[in-house]
């Protein structure tokens, strides 16, 4: 099974009570593939600045991402600047510099053809659903955004909606795209807008998947996931994309599409979140093994196994 990943490619710098950083790798489709990448084979596209080197190349690499669909543009990378003061749930953005996504036109490799899945991360609306209109033989695509976004570009982003399975936003990005203060009728207009299912992330507070009814098996009850309690969490940036790749990354994996697997997913995608907020940035993703997986994997059920 393959799946190709388009997203942004980032250059970050990050405050968190924790400590600081600057310009170090990051991106929605960085952490997704990374993350996805201990399930299946990830194909990515996206494009990067001059100032993208080796060394950051390596780290895609080392996981076996095939990078081919990554155009090298003149210019800077992307670069993105936020912090984290009284809440590690929400970001405040300091800085969007769009740099060489001003003119990025997304081109899909020939080998990328056949590829089964697609993920839209977290960019301009209008890239997502080019990219999907070309990859028109997948069986299921999954999509990210924000509210950036969401205020920003929202005619584009209702039609990329239409193209969109499984759309995987957090309480507040539901909230503002339905224009809904409850959370559960909020679902249900996002879910009118597309998507048959529909994933709600609450940050340190788990997952909440909808359904829309009959989409992947009979039943509308909604599901829901804890997040492991974290002791450390040194920078939680990259959560979402990486809960994303978790999700995913195991339904690509799992051979058929159903609201079991879906459900699984969603425990996979928490215990792949839990992780990239260890360390700040990709660290924790790139020294990570598929035992220590399983292990949280285990954690995670335990935590509300009842006998
Ligand atoms: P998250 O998983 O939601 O914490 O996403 C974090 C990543 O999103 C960071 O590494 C940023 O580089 C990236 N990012 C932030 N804003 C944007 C944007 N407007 N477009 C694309 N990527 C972004």
């Not at 099974?1 to 929605?28: C, H, K, Q, W, Y």
């Not at 459900?263 to 979140?273: D, E, I, S, T, W």
Request: charged share 25%; glycine share 10%.
């Amino acid at each position: 099974m393959s799946m190709v990943a388009v997203g942004s490619i980032a250059f970050d710098s990050i405050s968190t009570p924790a400590g600081r950083v600057e310009n170090i790798l990051g991106g929605s489709c960085t952490y997704f593939a990374l993350a996805a990448s201990f399930f299946t084979k990830v194909r990515v596209v996206a494009v990067v600045g001059e100032d993208f080197t080796l060394a950051h190349e390596k780290v895609f690499a080392q996981r076996g991402i095939d990078l081919r669909g990554v155009e090298h543009a003149q210019g800077k990378t992307f670069r993105w600047g936020g912090q984290y003061r009284d809440s590690l749930n929400e970001a405040k953005t300091d800085f969007t510099e769009l740099n060489v996504f001003e003119s990025f036109q997304p081109r899909i490799p020939r080998e990328y053809a056949d590829s089964e899945f697609l993920f839209l991360g977290n960019i301009h609306p209008a890239l997502q659903a080019s990219v999907r209109r070309e990859l028109n033989g997948v069986r299921l695509t999954g999509g990210d955004t924000m509210n950036f976004w969401i205020q920003g570009t929202r005619q584009e982003l209702l039609k990329t909606l239409k193209l969109v399975d499984v759309l995987l936003i957090n309480d507040a990005e539901t909230k503002m795209l339905a224009d809904e203060h409850n959370l559960p009728r909020a679902a249900q207009k996002v879910l009118a807008l597309g998507p048959q299912a529909l994933v709600i992330k609450h940050g340190e507070y788990g997952a909440t998947i909808f359904f829309r009814e009959g989409a992947f098996g009979i039943g509308h009850h909604p599901f829901r996931a804890p997040a492991l309690p974290i002791e450390e969490v040194r920078d939680p940036t990259g959560a979402g994309d990486s809960f994303a790749g978790g999700f995913m990354g195991y339904i690509a994996s799992a051979g058929s599409l159903n609201r079991e697997v879906l459900k699984r997913a969603l425990f996979y995608g928490g215990v792949m979140g839990s992780f990239a907020v260890e360390r700040f940035g990709t660290e924790r993703l790139q020294s990570l093994t598929r035992e220590e997986i399983e292990g949280r994997f285990q954690a995670f059920r335990e935590l509300t196994h009842l006998e």
